[in-house]
């Protein structure tokens, strides 16, 4: 799978265009352009989609089909048995164990005194 940031750059560089002058199509700065392709980078798919466009091309965009496997169907069946409360007890459970996580990495950071 291709990053945004090379999606970008590969359109731009094969439509002959500089950073600067996919800007000016895209009615934004040179400096936003350069972010767009920077690794890491992490656009809403429109800004992506827009991007592209400035090109002369189209962004096709695939995803994963779930039907195929993708999801176990016996997670879901299961799930479905519980009863409201024991899915409410199990949510709790869940969000308090990410929360718990969340802290000790922050923590670990040093965000947290």
Do not use: C
Not at 4 to 16: D, K, L, N, Q, Y
Not at 35 to 60: D, F, H, I, M, Y
């Amino acid at each position: 799978m291709k990053s945004a940031a090379s999606i970008v750059r590969e359109a731009r560089t094969a439509a002959g265009l500089t950073q600067a002058e996919l800007a000016r199509r895209m009615g934004t700065t040179q400096s936003a352009v350069a972010r767009l392709e920077a690794k890491g980078a992490n656009p809403r798919l429109k800004t992506l989609e827009a991007a592209v466009r400035a090109t002369g091309r189209s962004l096709e965009v695939d995803t994963p089909d779930h039907a195929a496997g993708n999801i176990d169907p016996t997670l879901n069946e299961a799930q479905l048995r519980r009863t409201p409360a024991e899915r409410l007890r199990g949510f709790e459970s869940f969000y308090a164990g990410t929360r718990t996580m969340a802290l000790a990495a922050r923590k670990s950071r040093g965000h947290l005194a």
